[in-house]
């Protein structure tokens, strides 16, 4: 029987445990590009200027058997208050196991089967345009459990703490993480005397911290998206106001200036 999650903030059901639900059907839908295009005079066609992609719907069917028409109500009642618990929650499935898929309800459609049996079709909105990883990379993952091999993954385990300067960030995603739209932390600990450069040269990339470093007496320096602290307090002004981004797969990473270095790079793969 394939399992299906519904994933709040603070809980998750398993809609398909509740008394009575028998599911009938997943179907999501395929990407929805958003493409962008110029035309000139004196050209043929059209150019493609910019592409990304739109929110898709994912439809969710199933029937729901009760012992009698008050249960009916009651059980209608029930699901009502689930599906409305959020305005947005995560919606997951065994099929692909290490995926969520951020959702808002559309609409529900119940009909009568029978007197005591009531059909359901979930039209969601995965409002984002894309899957997530369920867990990030600093998750301790292994591919039997949370993950699978259609994600992206390779033989090759990649790792995403380091204790060097120049590494490899490996991004299985089909998405680019910009930490100006998506969850990216990263964090660097080590021995500077000033000019602490993290570089990605696959995007050529560039983030600056000018002011000295010391981890030893307790310094650390953490990108959280697109707000740089240090020690926990914004140390924006002390940096060039640069964005460190990873695209999908190699990102080769270099971190300039700095000693007894430890750093880590969280986020979740994003997935058409």
Excluded at 50 to 75: A, G, M, W
């Amino acid at each position: 029987m394939t399992n299906v999650y519904l994933v709040f903030s603070d809980k998750t059901v398993n809609l398909t445990e509740l008394a009575g639900i028998k599911l009938q059907d997943i179907n999501i839908s395929f990407p929805v590009p958003k493409n962008e295009f110029v035309s000139f005079a004196d050209s043929i066609g059209q150019r493609l200027v910019s592409q990304s992609y739109d929110s898709f719907p994912l439809t969710f069917e199933f029937d729901l058997k009760c012992k009698n028409r008050e249960d009916v109500i009651l059980k209608d009642l029930e699901l009502r208050k689930l599906f409305y618990r959020e305005p947005e929650y995560h919606f997951l499935y065994d099929q692909e196991p290490g995926k969520k898929y951020p959702v808002t309800i559309d609409s529900i459609t119940p009909t009568f089967k029978t007197f005591y049996m009531k059909h359901y079709v979930v039209n969601f909105k995965v409002y984002k345009g894309y899957a997530e990883s369920i867990t990030s990379t600093l998750s301790e993952f292994n591919l039997k459990d949370e993950w699978q091999f259609s994600q992206g993954l390779v033989a090759k385990d990649y790792e995403y703490t380091f204790t060097h300067s120049r590494f490899i960030v490996y991004n299985a995603g089909d998405f680019a993480v910009d930490p100006r739209e998506h969850y990216l932390n990263i964090k660097v600990e080590g021995s500077s005397d000033g000019e602490l450069t993290i570089i990605n040269k696959t995007t050529k990339e560039r983030f600056i911290y000018k002011p000295t470093l010391r981890s030893r007496t307790g310094d650390w320096l953490d990108l959280n998206g697109v707000y740089p602290k240090k020690n926990g307090i914004n140390c924006g002004i002390d940096t060039n106001h640069g964005l460190i981004s990873l695209v999908p797969g190699i990102n080769e990473i270099e971190i300039q200036n700095v000693n007894e270095i430890r750093t880590s790079w969280d986020f979740n793969f994003l997935y058409k």
